[in-house]
């Protein structure tokens, strides 16, 4: 049996997220994307496409900074609309077109699965940089980043399954 890096083993995870973020984007009209999914007429206050993908965009960038590696540049107004202080709002004018969102949330996601994978094992053992909460709940660059490139993903993609239910596009 061959040994395989913690790097190539956070992205093959990450890649699996990234995969499945594609797929949900399937059928989601980009007037659409701004605004909270509607049940019987009712806004469902959760988190929409944009906000999704826009929030998570911002991970990548930080996981390749934390990494000493190339990051993109983030754009324009991204943290004060996607950071995890903001609030999701049901205004889609507010908020950059999708396929601008997007297009930054795979392009740093394609760059941290590079970097990952050739990263060395004992990058992964540094502390977390973050402090605080984060640094208790994760303290090393390996916990941060296995965090970041499963759960954290994963969760906010179980909102966007979640929206398209809601808004009746099914399964991805």
């Known amino acids: ?71 993109p540049p983030i754009p324009e107004h991204f943290d004060n609309l996607f950071s995890k202080d903001a609030t999701c709002r049901d205004e889609p004018d507010l908020y950059p077109p999708l396929d601008d969102i997007t297009a930054f949330f795979f392009e740093g996601h394609r760059m941290l699965a590079g970097a990952l994978r050739s990263t060395p094992n004992d990058t992964f053992d540094k502390p977390n940089p973050a402090g605080g909460k984060m640094a208790e709940r994760f303290p090393t660059l390996g916990s941060v980043q296995t965090f970041y490139c499963g759960a954290h993903i994963m969760m906010h993609l179980g909102q966007m399954s979640a929206w398209r239910r809601m808004m009746g596009l099914g399964t991805a």
């Open 1 to 71: 049996m061959s040994s395989r890096s913690l790097g190539n083993i956070i992205a093959d995870s990450l890649q699996l997220s990234v995969g499945y973020a594609e797929r949900l984007l399937r059928d989601v009209r980009p007037d659409q994307a701004g605004h909270f999914a509607r049940v019987g007429g009712v806004p469902v206050e959760s988190n929409h496409p944009a906000f999704i993908y826009g929030h998570l965009s911002l991970y990548a960038p930080k996981v390749l900074w934390q990494l000493a590696a190339p990051t």
